[in-house]
C-alpha cells in the first residue's frame, strides 16, 4: 500500500504513524499518570483574537467610533465567557478527574479487529447509567487517550464519557503503551483548552497481534531433537480384529504367530497409528530497518509482514505437534513459548528500529527459522549465526532498491555450514 494512501487510512481511523520515535511510550507529554500537571492554553484562534480585539477596542474609543468598539467588545466578552468558563469546569472536575480511567475490552484482539473501551469514575443514576457531568453552555468535555507503539505509531481516541463510547477500529499491528490520557475542557469556538492527565496502566494496554499471512512464505522448516516420522509407526497390538493377511514386502517381526499356528496362516498385525515423537523449533524476528533501505513506515510494514509469516509457520507447526519458541531481537527474557493465542499475542511487541539489537539464543539444539529484512550491517546477526548449526533465513523486502539489498545477503549468508537463506517480496 502507497504511503500516502496509509497515512490518510491511519488519519480517518484515528491512528497516526509517526517515524520520529523521539518519545519513549509511557513517557508522556504531560508526565504521564497522576504524576501529570493541570494545565490551560490559548489556542492559535485565542491567540490571533486577543490582539485584535484590544486594538478594536482601543482604537475605537479613541475615536469614539462604535463601528470599531462593538466588533472588538463581541470578540472580548466571547474571549473572557470561553477563558472563565473553561477554567471554571476544569477546577469544579479537577478532583472526580483523576478517579478517571479507561480500559480496553478485549486487550488483545486480532488486526483488523474491534474492541470496546470500558470507561470508569463517573457516579450512577438510579437506572445503573452514568451521571452526566455538569456543564455550561458552549463548553464541552472530552477524554482523549493517547497510546504509542516502541516503533512511533500511534492512536488517537477521543470521546464523551457521558455518552456511549464508540468502539476502536485496530487497523494496525503493535504493543500500544498509553503516552498520555487527559480529561479536557474546550470551548466550542475553539479558544482555550484544559487538561486534567488522568491515571494508566504502565504495562501495554492493548495488543494488536497479526494475522497469519495468506499465502504462506514456500519454505521447508527444520525442527530440532527427534525429526519427525513420515513412515506410517504403529503400536504393537494383539487384537485378532486388527490383523490382515501377509503380503510380500511386509515387515516380518509384525506376522501374528498365534494366528499361524491356529490356521497355518501368515497374518501380520495392522496394530494404530503411533503418533510422531514431539520436536521445537525456534522463529525468531530481527526487527532492524536500516534508514538507507527503509523510511519509518516502510520498516514497520515489513515488520508486519515478518509477524504474519511467522505466525502463519507457528499455526503450521503447531498442527504437526511440534512445539514452537518465539523471540525478536531486542526481547526481554527468554524466548516464548504456549498455545496459539499467547504466541499471537506475543508477536504484537516487535517494534521496527535503526539499532541492531542481539537476538535471544534458544536453549537447545532446536532448527531456527529467522524473518528479518534486508540489511548492509549484520553484526548481531553475524555473532547469532556462529553459534547455530541449523538456521533457516528469510528476508522479506517492498521494492527494488531493498530486492538488491536482499540478493546481496542471500548470496552472502547462504554460504555459510548450516544456513539456507531466501527472500520474497510482500
Known sequence: MPESTESKRADRSGILPDSSGSRRPGGGYFGGGRGGRFFIRPRFSACFLIPLSTGLL?????????????????????LVYSFAGVLFLAVFHRKRGSDFAAVFVPRQLERGGQTAL????????????????????????????????????????IFDPGKEIPPLDAVYRGAYYGAYD??????????????????QEKDARLLVSPSPGEDPVPIRSRSGGERERVEPFRVR????????????????????????????????????REP??????????????????????????????????ALALVLDQKDRGIEVLLGYSGQPGGLCSGEFEDLAG???????????????QPPGDEGVVIFLL???????????????????????????KQEEAAGLCVRRYGQRGGCRAHCFRV
Open 374 to 400: 534486508p540489511r548492509n550491517y549484520s553484526g548481531p546477526l553475524d555473532a547469532f549465526l556462529s553459534r547455530r548449526k541449523a538456521v533457516e533465513l528469510v528476508f522479506l523486502y517492498e521494492n527494488e
Open 118 to 157: 470500558l470507561f470508569s469514575g463517573l457516579k450512577k443514576t438510579k437506572t445503573g447509567r452514568p451521571r452526566r457531568l455538569f456543564s455550561l453552555p458552549g463548553i464541552v468535555m472530552r477524554y482523549e487517550l493517547h497510546l504509542e507503539t516502541r516503533d512511533g505509531r500511534k492512536i488517537r481516541h
Open 346 to 360: 506475543f508477536l504484537a511487541y516487535p517494534a521496527a528500529g535503526t539499532a541492531s539489537e542481539k537476538l535471544p
Open 237 to 272: 497390538t494383539d487384537e485378532l480384529s486388527s490383523s490382515r493377511p501377509y503380503v510380500s514386502g511386509d515387515d516380518p517381526r509384525r506376522i501374528n504367530w498365534k494366528l499361524y499356528g491356529h490356521g497355518g496362516e501368515l497374518f501380520v498385525r495392522e496394530g494404530e
Open 58 to 78: 482601543v482604537l475605537g474609543l479613541a475615536r469614539g467610533e462604535l463601528a470599531l468598539t462593538l466588533p472588538g467588545a463581541a470578540f472580548a466578552s466571547a
Open 182 to 199: 487527559i480529561f479536557s475542557v474546550s470551548d466550542i469556538p475553539g479558544f482555550f483548552i484544559a487538561g486534567l492527565p488522568c491515571a
Open 276 to 309: 510422531p515423537p514431539r520436536s521445537r523449533m525456534a522463529v525468531l524476528i530481527d526487527t532492524l530497518a536500516e534508514q538507507e533501505l527503509f523510511s519509518g513506515e516502510a520498516g514497520r510494514r515489513v515488520v508486519d509482514r515478518c509477524c504474519e509469516y
